[in-house]
Nanobody, 121 residues
Framework: VQLQASGGGLVQAGGSLRLSCAAS????????MGWFRQAPGKEREFVAA????????YYADSVKGRFTISRDNAKNTVYLQMNSLKPEDTAVYYC???????????????WGQGTQITVSS
């Protein structure tokens, strides 16, 4: 499966953005999807994940209550709604796909190209 992330940009602290990750292929609905981020000089970290059906979601403590992951299997797309953004959310955000949802980047087989989010204070 090929993944294409979009929706990044520059936003002020407290603002909102929605990321999208469009997948190619007819098997999107069989994959769990995850969002990760990587800030300069830091390791890639887990943000959120969603099961293939959308029935289960998982969040990093740092984004819980502010970010929402969702998916539309009819559109082969997963979303990350980000509210109440903080400067520490600044990073390149990546979407990823795997057969099972995981908090570990190494478990994911497929990755998008990343989209930059910059939150100004």
């Amino acid at each position: 499966v090929q993944l294409q992330a979009s929706g990044g940009g520059l936003v002020q602290a407290g603002g909102s953005l929605r990321l999208s990750c469009a997948a190619s292929g007819r098997t999107f609905s069989s994959y769990a999807m995850g969002w990760f981020r990587q800030a300069p000089g830091k390791e890639r970290e887990f943000v959120a994940a969603i099961s293939w059906s959308g029935g289960s979601t998982y969040y990093a403590d740092s984004v819980k209550g502010r970010f929402t992951i969702s998916r539309d299997n009819a559109k082969n797309t997963v979303y990350l709604q980000m509210n109440s953004l903080k400067p520490e959310d600044t990073a390149v955000y990546y979407c990823a796909a795997d057969t099972n949802p995981s908090l570990v980047a190494g478990w994911y087989d497929y990755w998008g190209q990343g989209t930059q989010i910059t939150v100004s204070s």
